[in-house]
């Protein structure tokens, strides 16, 4: 019913930045909070930013005040810049979702394909 596109991984230096984006299509009624989480080899996924539909954000203490999480309603878009980039922020990035399809029906999570990042010299 919702589909996830993401973009904007890539390969960057330690220092680099990137801005990933995350755009929904299909049937929406209205969307709460949108996140974005990440995997790297060997861990488990780990939430790194959220914000909810009133705006308030957090984040992981491990990308704070390097990670901005943004969304666009109208363009059903949340993003991610990631600023002074590290390597051990290399992972594959996952958006994620809160959905209702419909005025009458309950929410679910959606998922991103997952885009990588990677930071290396």
């Known amino acids: 019913q919702v589909q996830f596109v993401e973009s904007g991984g890539g390969l960057v230096q330690p220092g680099g930045s990137l801005r990933l984006s995350c755009t929904a299509s299909?049937?929406?009624?209205?969307?709460?909070?949108m996140g974005w989480y990440r995997q790297a080899p060997g861990k488990q996924r780990e939430l790194v930013a959220a914000?909810?539909?009133?705006?308030?954000?957090n984040y992981a203490d491990s990308v704070k005040g390097r990670f901005t999480i943004s969304r666009d309603n109208d363009k059903n878009t949340v993003y991610l810049q990631m600023n002074n980039l590290k390597p051990e922020d290399t992972a594959v990035y996952y958006c994620?979702?809160?959905?209702?399809?419909?005025?009458?029906?309950?929410?679910?999570?959606?998922w991103g394909q997952g885009t990588q990042v990677t930071v290396s010299s």
């Open positions: 299909g049937s929406i009624f209205r969307i709460y909070t």
């Open positions: 994620n979702a809160q959905v209702q399809v419909a005025f009458y029906s309950g929410s679910r999570d959606y």
């Open positions: 914000i909810f539909s009133g705006g308030s954000r």
